[in-house]
């Protein structure tokens, strides 16, 4: 039985790798002050830096391999590890709270919300019921200069009619659609 108190860091380690759980117990015993402490003081207080320090000592237990006697102490290595781990959960915090920041504005320059939805799917109803009540020439031609993006010439091209009897029809049309759309919407559809 390895007496663990009087054992060196480089034979704790050993013994860890050996999947010694005293030997880790003692590692933490030894250093484990020295790492949250550092932890603390890059983290601030709180439950952070107590997860860094497991963090530390699990990564320990798993890879003790990773400690190199001859580039330095144990605590050394411990705090260092434990450093890093500190610096990379505040640049994690960091870039969350700029990408919570920026989703933020985007949404409050955005102003869209769900009210606005609910209004516009509606609307979008009302506008199709309004289209679809229209006789066919007047609809044809507003689906074609509006919804498909046409000139009036074009629209007078794809119908086969003159151009004026064209913007006509869709002056004619637009007004049973806002009649049509008043009656049904009341004065809101007039704010809009």
């Known amino acids: 039985m390895l007496e663990l108190s009087g054992a060196s860091d480089a034979t704790l380690i ?38 860094v320090t497991q963090d530390v000592f699990v990564d320990l237990w798993k890879r003790p391999e990773r400690f190199d006697p001859a580039r330095g102490s144990l605590r050394a290595f411990l705090v260092t590890v434990a450093h890093g781990r500190a610096v990379d959960m505040l640049r994690s915090d960091t870039a969350r709270v700029a990408r919570e ?13 769900l009210e606005n939805q609910v209004w516009d799917l509606a609307l979008a109803d009302q506008v199709k019921d309004a289209v679809g009540a229209l006789p066919e020439g007047e609809r044809r031609a507003i689906e074609l200069a509006y919804f498909g993006g046409h000139t009036y010439r074009e629209v007078a091209t794809m ?24 009656e049904e919407m009341g004065p809101v559809w007039n704010q809009t």
């Open 159 to 182: 119908l086969g009619e003159a151009e004026g009897t064209v913007k006509s029809r869709i002056r004619r049309g637009l007004r049973r659609m806002r009649d049509a759309l008043v």
């Open 101 to 113: 920041q920026r989703t933020a504005r985007e949404t409050a320059t955005g102003g869209y919300d």
């Open 14 to 51: 050993v013994a860890i790798g050996r999947w010694n759980e005293s030997a880790l117990g003692e590692v933490y015993r030894r250093h484990g002050g020295a790492v949250h402490a550092l932890a603390q003081r890059v983290l601030g207080p709180g439950g952070r830096a107590q997860d």
